[in-house]
């Protein structure tokens, strides 16, 4: 997840395109760029981290610059460095590409071009673009701007995966132009200027009047004029939308907290972690794993590692992993890892499991399954991360930048890149095709099935409402609800501080049924078939100490009688329901916390990376 913006007309064009740039910096702030157009051609800053370093670089001589693209980079290919920041140009220099998303297929991009005799500094998957359009154009010096649009479209035609592109050329000297497919992009409409952003906020300093493009959309924006067309150069007519929202609430997209916005990027979380590990035939690929069949068949056991939320996904990936691929698979967290003489030798998979790619436990653990010859596989956000570089073996979760302190979509995108990997794990060896083809199923209906749950949310604020007098909260579940609600019950805690506990369902007889009395609340997770009848009478068990029951349900179960509230959610395979039961119970942490007035996206005592050990 990255951010573009860019800018046509009469104001400084590179201060202009910077300015809502910073709008953008929740996106990704590895690094920034920008390109614009000068009396000698197309030049280019670059810096690596936050966008205020970029902005040191800019001096008065851009400000007679009319034309400019930017871009605030959350890095998927290539180290967070300065080489690797966009815009990226082509060898003639002639032309700048910004671009958000990813193109599955650069690497074979990249090596026909090379081919031909491209040349490319970075290690990025942008830096394909420039050349292709590069390699698309009429060997001639004079090159119309028709040509140059004619060829960007074929260019873009030849990518797959996702993108939204800004680009520059010489070749259309007073212009911008722009794609989208998969990745959002809107124009922002002027008097006598034109704007260009991954997203709405971004240009409200200037316009309210926006067109959102649509996937399969490119437009060639100039000062005075925009025209929308698709790839095929077929002219098209957008509306053109007037913003009424206030301007404060912008950089969190119109949300109210980094955190609710967050969870409503979880049906793209998903969606992206997916993307280009699934192959026609339902295979999984991983190719960033690289763990050959003989390597795999020397592994006798795995241990996962993690702290906190994505300790939590460990605990859900022990089941999923156990069951596909039946070897002994322990979750334990990292700061109990290092310290515990862990038995790993090399006949040992250890996967490290951590958004940031920082926390200093994890790290440790990592350092330690080494020296005692563990292959170490990291399933992380953070592209560059320590974590990223360090492990034999990466899979990257694809939840771009995560503000909130409280995790919500990393959470997700962990158990989807958990499930991919036991998949792939399985598939030549116990998995059957028929098992496999319910899974991959399976997951790409996530997204769909969670923006289901997303689109009933008011359901959950007024439950959370209704619940806020409660000061005790216990989350149950058995089996896979059990590892569940162990992260929802951290949800909870770390944002609204009540107190909030999760247990085997089966263990409340032996112990904490004795704190349960009228006040205390009770959420049963009652999604796996094979455990609900024990489940249910568990939570009767409850009901007689006149706690009060919330359950969550696979829509079309039946309702519990014990039950006072009842959370639907749509039904995936038994394995995946944890993907979908966390959506609801994250919003019931939400509006939970907010009815009490807590410090939702930075909770007391609490910080986003914890780096100490
Ligand atoms: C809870 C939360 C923390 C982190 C933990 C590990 O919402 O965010 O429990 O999950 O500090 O952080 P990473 O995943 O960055 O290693």
């Given at each position: 997840m990255c951010g573009i913006t860019g800018y046509v007309g009469d104001r400084p064009a590179v201060k202009t395109a910077i300015k809502n740039l910073k709008r953008l910096e929740y996106r990704g702030y590895d690094s920034s760029g920008v390109a614009y157009s000068s009396a000698t051609g197309i030049e280019v800053r670059k810096s690596q981290g936050k966008i205020a370093n970029l902005e040191s670089l800019i001096g008065a001589e851009t400000d007679l610059s009319t034309v400019a693209i930017s871009h605030t980079r959350w890095a998927t290919h290539g180290r967070p460095n300065e080489v690797n920041a966009h815009p990226h140009k082509d060898c003639s220099g002639k032309i700048a590409v910004v671009h958000n998303g990813i193109v599955e297929n650069y690497a074979i991009l990249r090596q026909q071009l090379k081919i031909k005799g491209h040349e490319f500094i970075?290690?990025?998957?942008?830096e394909v673009i420039s050349h292709l359009i590069e390699d698309k154009l009429p060997a001639s010096d004079q090159i119309t701007a028709k040509e140059f649009l004619l060829a960007t479209r074929q260019a873009l035609k030849e990518l797959s995966g996702s993108f939204a592109v800004g680009i520059i050329s010489d070749y259309i000297p007073n212009a911008v132009f722009v794609a989208r497919k998969d990745s959002p992009l809107v124009i922002g409409l002027g008097e006598g200027e034109n704007f260009i952003a991954s997203d709405i906020p971004a240009v409200m300093a200037f316009t309210r009047r926006v067109i959102v493009m649509e996937d399969g959309d490119c437009a060639y924006i100039e000062r005075n004029s925009v025209d929308v067309f698709n790839l095929d150069g077929e002219r098209l007519d957008r509306n053109v939308l007037d913003v009424t929202w206030d301007d404060i609430s912008a950089e969190k997209g119109g949300f109210d907290h980094f955190m609710l916005k967050e969870i409503f990027e979880e049906p793209r979380t998903v969606r992206d972690t997916l993307r280009g590990h699934i192959l026609e035939n339902n295979r999984v690929e991983l190719p960033e794993v690289k763990f050959t069949t003989e390597q795999w068949n020397h592994i006798r056991r795995i241990t996962i590692v993690g702290c906190g939320t994505a300790f939590h996904a460990g605990l859900v990936g022990k089941r999923l992993l156990e069951q596909l691929i039946r070897r002994p698979v322990e979750a334990i967290v990292a700061s109990e890892f290092r310290y515990s003489d862990p038995i790993v030798d090399d006949e040992t998979l250890v996967i490290l499991i951590s958004q940031s790619g920082e926390t200093a436990d994890t790290l440790a653990a990592m350092r330690e399954a080494r020296k005692k010859g563990a292959h170490t596989l990291g399933i992380v956000n953070v592209v560059g991360s320590t974590l990223s570089r360090e492990a034999d073996a990466i899979l990257y979760t694809q939840a771009g930048p995560e503000i909130g302190v409280a995790s919500t979509k990393a959470y997700l995108a962990q158990l989807v890149a958990l499930s991919l990997l036991a998949i792939y794990l399985s598939q030549d060896h116990l998995l059957t095709e028929f098992d496999r083809n319910k899974m991959i199923t399976a997951l790409k209906q996530l997204p769909e099935q969670i923006e289901e749950i997303l689109g009933g949310c008011s359901h959950i604020e007024d439950l959370a409402r209704r619940l806020s007098s409660h000061s005790c909260f216990f989350f149950l579940g058995r089996s896979y609800d059990y590892a569940a609600s162990m992260e929802a019950a951290l949800k909870l805690k770390e944002i609204s501080y009540i107190h909030a506990e999760a247990y085997a369902a089966g263990e409340m007889k032996h112990g904490p049924l004795a704190l349960v009395e009228p006040g205390v609340s009770i959420i049963g997770l009652c999604t796996q078939p094979a455990t609900n009848e024990k489940m249910i009478s568990n939570l009767k068990e409850v009901k007689a100490r006149e706690g009060t029951i919330t359950t969550v349900i696979r829509k079309g179960d039946e309702v519990p009688d014990c039950a006072d509230e009842v959370i639907e959610i749509p039904i995936t395979e038994d394995a995946l329901m944890p993907v979908l039961a966390m959506v609801p119970l994250q919003l019931l942490s939400y509006y939970f916390a907010r009815e009490r007035g807590c410090s939702i996206d930075q909770p007391r005592n609490l910080a986003k990376s914890v780096t100490v050990e």
């Open positions: 970075s290690d990025t998957d942008t």
